[in-house]
């Protein structure tokens, strides 16, 4: 698969024609996990500034997961028998996760946007093992995800998830811990090299002792103990004085404003538009962004509704130009088709997703999955293929009627063409490919496909098809596992 040269030389400025299903899908496959035909008929012909206003509004509006009974369980709250301990433990995982797989499907721009921050300040389960840890972790990214980007900072870096991820927990006065400092710069806030010295770390890391009250009973939450603080004059980003934890965030997003809003800028452009943020063309869009990221005191929901409301975004050499992580391959394959599901199938996607290098709360490292390309490698290629497949067949054999329903739907609100099957194909083809298929020898490849089950009759011929005839669930059942091999397939 070719990489996408960005060559987008839309701006800033809002984008004011009314939507075609084109743009609409595209609003919703990166807004959110895709949507159903019905949802995007709806957004057909919309304003697209009132749309995205109003998408960004349901996000703000939008509740974190309540906590579960065992948020905040120690330890001491689980069976002393260590198998019935780990029974539970993986009961409360698969409850949350439940939750939050739900969410996914649900809440468009909010935990699209949770799942974003999960891969910036990241943390990875295995290493700290505590579900209230997680639990806490999880609703400061829900809370914060649209937020301000200022307190998000703050709030983060005192999770007990965090605190032990990056040894927070053990940064004391006598022995100070630079692993926190160090990617508060690096990957939270300005980016490797920029804006900050080793110098600057090390005096960051002895601001940030004394979180090391960890408790006597394991996954105890971890508070400040002030007798281990360092409490000597430190010199930070040029700025000293006898400076706590609040006192870096201050200095921190005084100091290098600038720098911090063009950093996450243009992580956020890589996320939603385009996966090359160096070309010419993205360059005035990210300055754009952080100049209004800045003026808004790092509130992240004007960034974002100016991006998604920009001719920019709106572009078409930014639609179709990035690939589907694993959990935008399954999520969006049950978005889009409507089918049903319960929360085996939400933990199975999960589960399949974790398979094909995405498992969430468990990034591979600090600096998180690196998306794009890296999801499309040797080893995961062959396991999205097989496993998309699996979903439709599952999907097929739960309901075969919803596939019917899918075909019709495809053909528009009136299902006025529900008696052509190639503008029933073609439909189908461009619904789930966001620009449809490369040439048209591949559109009649796939139209082939979808005739198949009927190809020994004459009733394409005689003009007796339709799309309620017995077979036709099979007809799109087996266009849906030919698409799911397509290049175009892995792109939104």
């Not at 939750?99 to 949770?114: E, I, K, P, T, V």
């Not at 920019?312 to 930014?318: K, M, N």
């Not at 008696?419 to 461009?430: G, L």
């Not at 190809?455 to 077979?471: I, Q, V, Y």
């Amino acid at each position: 698969m070719e990489f996408f040269v960005n060559c987008n030389t839309g701006t800033l400025a809002p984008y004011t024609t009314p939507l075609d299903r084109l743009r609409a899908q595209h609003v919703y496959r990166r807004l959110g996990f895709g949507a159903s035909a019905e949802t995007i008929d709806q957004a057909i012909g919309q304003n697209p500034a009132t749309l995205i206003n109003n998408l960004v509004d349901q996000a703000l509006a939008t509740a974190p997961i309540p906590a579960p009974e065992w948020s905040e369980w120690t330890n001491a709250n689980y069976p002393e028998d260590d198998d019935l301990a780990r029974q539970l433990r993986r009961a409360q995982r698969e409850e949350l996760n439940t939750a939050y797989g739900n969410g996914l499907l649900n809440n468009n721009l909010f935990d699209r946007l949770s799942v974003f921050w999960s891969n910036h300040f990241v943390t990875e389960i295995d290493v700290y093992d505590c579900n209230s840890f997680l639990y806490e972790y999880v609703n400061c990214l829900q809370r914060n995800a649209l937020g301000n980007f200022r307190t998000f900072v703050s709030e983060i870096g005192l999770t007990s998830a965090m605190l032990r991820y990056l040894d927070g927990a053990f940064n004391n006065r006598n022995r100070p811990n630079e692993n926190y400092a160090r990617e508060l710069y690096e990957l939270f806030t300005l980016g490797e090299g920029v804006g900050y010295t080793e110098e600057d770390i090390i005096e960051t890391s002895r601001a940030l002792t004394g979180y090391v009250n960890r408790g006597e009973v394991g996954c105890t939450k971890i508070t400040f103990n002030p007798e281990q603080f360092d409490a000597d004059p430190k010199t930070i980003l040029g700025q000293t004085g006898n400076w706590g934890y609040d006192d870096v965030i201050d200095i921190l997003f005084t100091e290098r404003a600038d720098q911090i809003a063009f950093f996450i800028c243009k992580k956020l452009y890589l996320y939603f538009v385009h996966p090359d943020a160096l070309a010419d063309e993205a360059q005035p869009i990210i300055n754009g962004m952080a100049a209004t990221f800045v003026a808004n005191n790092f509130e992240i929901a004007p960034v974002l509704r100016q991006l998604f409301a920009s001719e920019h975004f709106f572009d078409e050499t930014a639609i179709g130009v990035i690939i589907k992580s694993p959990l935008d391959l399954y999520l969006n394959l049950l978005k889009e088709t409507n089918f049903g599901y319960n929360d085996g199938t939400v933990i199975n996607i999960l589960d399949a997703a974790a398979m094909i290098g995405q498992e969430l709360w468990d990034p591979v490292d600090v600096a998180g999955w690196q998306r794009d390309r890296a999801w499309i490698n040797t080893n995961f290629i062959i396991g999205r293929w097989l496993t998309a497949e699996v979903f439709i067949e599952q999907y097929f054999q739960a309901n075969q009627d919803q596939f019917r329903a899918l075909g019709i739907a495809a053909a528009g609100p009136n299902g006025a063409t529900i008696n052509d099957p190639d503008v029933i194909a073609r439909a189908i083809i461009d619904k789930f490919l966001p620009k449809g298929l490369l040439t048209e020898a591949d559109y009649n490849i796939a139209i082939t496909v979808f005739r198949e089950p009927y190809e020994d009759t004459n009733m394409f011929e005689t003009g007796s098809w339709n799309m309620l005839l017995d077979d036709t669930p099979s007809q799109v059942f087996l266009l849906l596992l030919h698409l799911s091999r397509e290049p175009e397939f892995q792109l939104k």
